[in-house]
């Protein structure tokens, strides 16, 4: 039970942008002491942040295939060893928005009402905007150093009918993840 309900996170997480109303938010950050010019090579962390159990699930071959495209775009090789950066993947998912039964609204217009201040008519729980907040990041990890060294994030709604394909929602949020990338491989 634990194995199917941990896969299933990571498929829901991975597959954000096929599973979005808007377009993800995609944030990046950088270490601005790397020296990227020095860079050419990369290659896979083991184990990957969504590895389940030992073993690379499908949701991980798709994200390596579709950040494998993204480097080699941008003048990276792929190495089996030592390579200069190390790539890591993570998922996450959490419930946003909606109400209690009683009333008390956690997120949204209704927001300033607290269980320790007062509570609502029953009437008022409203669950709406209740949704799937899937998270997904993508780390670049200086091997030699073992620093992180960029990292990008995209966050967005996830809608449950779009899962049974997706790998168009990997590949999109991958490339629109690495487009906040604006390094190429050194000489």
Same mark, same amino acid.
């Given at each position: 039970?634990?194995?199917?309900?941990?896969?299933?996170?990571?498929?829901?997480?991975?597959?954000?942008?096929?599973?979005?109303?808007?377009?993800?938010?995609?944030?990046?950050d950088?270490?601005?002491?790397?020296?990227?010019?020095?860079?050419?090579?990369?290659?896979?962390?083991s184990?990957?942040?969504?590895?389940?159990?030992?073993?690379?699930?499908?949701?991980?071959?798709?994200?390596?295939?579709?950040?494998?495209?993204?480097?080699?775009?941008?003048?990276?090789?792929?190495?089996?060893?030592?390579?200069?950066?190390?790539?890591?993947?993570?998922?996450?998912?959490?419930?946003?928005? &909606?109400? /209690?039964?009683?009333?008390?609204?956690?997120?949204?217009? #209704? @927001? %300033? *009402?607290?269980?320790?201040?007062?509570?609502?008519?029953?009437?008022y729980?409203?669950?709406?905007?209740?949704?799937?907040?899937?998270t997904?990041?993508?780390?670049?990890?200086?091997?030699?150093?073992?620093?992180?060294?960029?990292?990008?994030?995209?966050?967005?709604?996830?809608?449950?009918?779009?899962?049974?394909?997706?790998?168009? &929602?990997? /590949?999109?949020?991958?490339?629109?993840?690495?487009?906040? #990338? @604006? %390094? *190429?491989?050194?000489?």
């Amino acid at each position: 039970m634990r194995h199917s309900t941990i896969l299933a996170t990571i498929l829901l997480a991975a597959s954000i942008v096929a599973c979005t109303r808007n377009a993800p938010d995609i944030q990046s950050d950088f270490d601005h002491s790397a020296n990227f010019a020095s860079f050419k090579t990369f290659g896979y962390a083991s184990p990957l942040g969504t590895d389940v159990d030992g073993y690379s699930p499908v949701v991980t071959q798709s994200l390596k295939s579709a950040t494998r495209r993204e480097l080699e775009a941008r003048g990276y090789r792929y190495a089996d060893s030592d390579p200069d950066l190390l790539v890591n993947f993570g998922a996450r998912l959490a419930k946003v928005g &909606g109400s /209690d039964l009683m009333g008390t609204q956690h997120v949204g217009y #209704y @927001g %300033y *009402r607290r269980v320790a201040v007062y509570k609502a008519w029953p009437s008022y729980a409203y669950d709406a905007d209740k949704y799937t907040e899937g998270t997904l990041n993508i780390d670049l990890v200086d091997a030699k150093r073992k620093q992180l060294v960029w990292e990008g994030v995209a966050v967005g709604r996830v809608k449950d009918e779009k899962l049974t394909n997706p790998q168009p &929602g990997i /590949d999109n949020v991958v490339g629109e993840i690495f487009a906040k #990338y @604006g %390094y *190429r491989a050194g000489p």
